[in-house]
């Protein structure tokens, strides 16, 4: 077993039941095979979260909680998880996935044999609940790309999409739903942007680890199983559910960036 122990951090908020699959999947393919802790971050659930969990803290050694008093988002929830993180390597993992194998130990091998200062962050392949691939790796969020790709037709060269490869290769981004990276790197990095509460932190963070000069990877020999939107449906109602975008999407891009590439969006709806 590999004495370098990995923090798994989740964040979690009223997602009971989907937050117990997940730890019960990592625990199932991960005992006795690498030595990890997880660390749930709840932001102050109002459901069973807490009492489930603590269940399971009963017979696993391994598994932290943290209780906020509020629900501070993503980032900041992240962040704090961070802090009681006794890992050298973070996987940060939200809370409505499952991991269907033992891949994310060739996934963290992978990072480690890696040439020093190469890889930066690392993230894996997405699949639906029925096995079906799941968009997981963003081109460059430029306002050209989104023209290519909504007035020009080429696909995957602005929205969320699964590269065509077997093997591990460098992207621009990769999904904040699980990515894997270095403690003192994703420090160095400025951790998660707590300007974020939820959406865009990731394809930041991603950006400012570019800045750095480290190449983020999608290696998709590891699948995590999404059940996309769990851990966010109860902030809007679903045909709102766009609307919750816009505020992350104006500080990451900028307003007159933001409002540019919508409207080069809804250009391309309509002539398509």
């Not at 908020?13 to 699959?21: D, E, P």
């Not at 006794?86 to 480690?112: A, P, R, T, V």
């Not at 951790?191 to 570019?210: H, P, Q, T, V």
Request: charged share 20%.
């Amino acid at each position: 077993m590999d004495n370098n122990l990995l923090s798994i951090i989740i964040v979690t908020w009223n997602t009971a039941q989907v937050t117990l699959k997940c730890i019960k999947t990592i625990s199932k393919h991960l005992k006795n095979k690498i030595n990890y802790e997880i660390i749930i971050v709840d932001n102050a659930s109002s459901d069973n979260t807490i009492s489930e969990i603590n269940k399971l803290k009963i017979v696993n050694c391994k598994l932290k909680i943290i209780q906020n008093s509020t629900n501070s988002g993503f980032a900041k929830g992240n962040n704090i998880g961070v802090k009681h993180a006794k890992g050298e390597y973070l996987f940060f993992l939200n809370s409505d996935m499952e991991m269907i194998d033992d891949k994310l130990i060739d996934m963290l091998n992978f990072y480690k044999n890696s040439p020093i200062g190469h890889i930066g962050l690392i993230g894996p392949k997405f699949l639906n609940p029925d096995l079906t691939p799941q968009g997981s790796v963003f081109p460059p969020q430029t306002a050209l790309n989104a023209f290519k790709e909504f007035v020009l037709n080429i696909k995957n060269s602005y929205s969320k999409y699964t590269p065509n490869s077997n093997k591990p290769i460098s992207v621009w981004s990769v999904s904040g739903g699980a990515m894997l990276i270095k403690k003192d790197l994703f420090l160095q990095a400025g951790s998660w942007n707590e300007k974020y509460f939820m959406y865009f932190e990731d394809l930041d963070l991603c950006r400012s680890i570019c800045k750095l000069h480290k190449e983020i990877i999608y290696f998709p020999q590891f699948k995590v199983i999404h059940a996309h939107g769990q851990s966010g449906k109860k902030l809007a109602s679903s045909e709102n559910q766009w609307r919750r975008l816009i505020p992350s999407s104006i500080k990451f891009h900028g307003k007159i960036n933001h409002y540019f590439i919508n409207a080069i969006i809804c250009l391309g709806q309509k002539l398509h």
